[in-house]
Nanobody, 126 residues
Framework: QVQLVESGGGSVQAGGSLRLSCAATGFTFSSYGMGWFRQAPGKEREFVATLTWSGVTTSYTDSVKGRFTISRDNAKKTVYLQMNSLKPEDTAVYYC???????????????????WGQGTQVTVSS
């Protein structure tokens, strides 16, 4: 079965960096787009970044452009989220997600993703 396991979360001060990883098993990783979403306390889950199965096309929410980078290593079946210049408002649980269909185009909608990890907590203090 599909399994997504996130790691790399933690607590950092504002301006710091973290790299999240999501290890995937149970499906042909190289055929699926992947994404990162986040959910802060009392707020709805929101899109952060996605990239296509090829890794060529990426999309970011405006608040993280220029600070976060999504990438993938198909040989390792892992997707990453490099987060730099972190801000307190980046504090949230971060979730890795797999697109519903193989070779789907880039999407920013949570409904287009059919499998989710358990999440990893990121806390940024000022």
């Amino acid at each position: 079965q599909v399994q997504l396991v996130e790691s790399g979360g933690g607590s950092v001060q504002a301006g710091g960096s973290l790299r999240l990883s999501c290890a995937a098993t149970g499906f042909t990783f190289s055929s699926y787009g992947m994404g990162w979403f986040r959910q802060a306390p009392g707020k709805e889950r929101e899109f952060v970044a996605t990239l296509t199965w090829s890794g060529v096309t990426t999309s970011y929410t405006d608040s993280v452009k220029g600070r976060f980078t999504i990438s993938r290593d198909n040989a390792k079946k892992t997707v990453y989220l490099q987060m730099n210049s972190l801000k307190p408002e980046d504090t949230a649980v971060y979730y890795c997600a797999k697109s519903r269909g193989s070779y789907d185009p880039t999407s920013t909608r949570a409904s287009d993703f059919g499998a989710w990890g358990q999440g990893t907590q990121v806390t940024v203090s000022s």
